[in-house]
């Protein structure tokens, strides 16, 4: 069983869709992060959370600690943002990956 | 800042060869994570730093993995010797704080024939 587990692994829409990206863990965390990763290989952090929610340009990260589960959203999506999105908690030393999701976003 | 800086980017290398992997991290920076990326396991930590002192290693695969840290701007991940199956890419990131966000570097995509 993974402790990180994302849905969808696969997501297409349409330029201009609110995307949501879900990630649910089993594990006590001390953060989570939104990682994007570009079709060239490059990897950005995109927010590490503890509580509540960030908001960053047109993305949103929200978490619910007692609910164990994370959201990224994306607000007016763009071909810009076709990426594969990944989360990534921490607890104490140890760090565990969700597989991913990979975003087409269609003009 | 030039962000960080891996080295080389592309390495080709027959089996049982020694490989070393290189990384400058950001200055200031007191965290420093190796990453390793692979098709079938998706993103996988290796092992990080802070101020240069190993912190959490569980995830070096096996003795053939050494990680060092010999001072606050430079960071070496060996493998020695390397397999087929240690074809990944590895990636190095740094942070200010272990919560803080984790810049990382463009990656050394190793592939062991």
């Known amino acids: 069983k993974n402790e990180v587990e994302q849905s969808p692994q696969n997501l297409t829409a349409q330029e201009g869709e609110f995307i949501t990206i879900n990630c649910s863990y089993s594990?006590?965390?001390?953060?989570l992060h939104w990682l994007q990763q570009h079709p060239g290989g490059g990897i950005v952090s995109l927010f590490m959370?503890?509580?509540g929610k960030k908001k960053h340009g047109r993305l949103i990260a929200t978490i619910n600690i007692q609910e164990k589960h994370s959201s990224l959203h994306i607000t007016a999506s763009h071909p810009r943002d076709s990426a594969v999105y990944i989360c990534?908690?921490?607890?104490?030393?140890?760090?565990?990956f969700g597989t991913g999701t990979s975003l087409t976003v269609i003009p | 800042d030039a962000g960080v800086i891996q080295s080389p980017r592309h390495e080709v290398t027959e089996m049982g060869q020694e490989v070393t992997l290189r990384c400058k991290p950001i200055?200031?920076?007191?965290?420093l994570f190796w990453y390793r990326q692979t098709m079938m396991r998706g993103l996988e930590l290796l092992i990080y730093f802070n101020n240069n002192v190993p912190i959490d290693d569980s995830g070096m695969p096996e003795d053939r993995f050494s990680a060092k840290m010999p001072n606050a701007s430079f960071s070496t991940l060996k493998i020695q010797p390397s397999e087929p199956r240690d074809s990944a890419v590895y990636f190095c990131a740094s942070s200010g704080g272990v919560q803080g966000i984790q810049f990382f570097g463009p990656g050394t995509r190793l592939t062991v024939l």
């Open positions: 200055s200031g920076h007191d965290y």
């Open positions: 594990v006590g965390i001390s953060a």
């Open positions: 959370l503890s509580s």
């Open positions: 990534a908690v921490r607890t104490g030393n140890q760090f565990y």
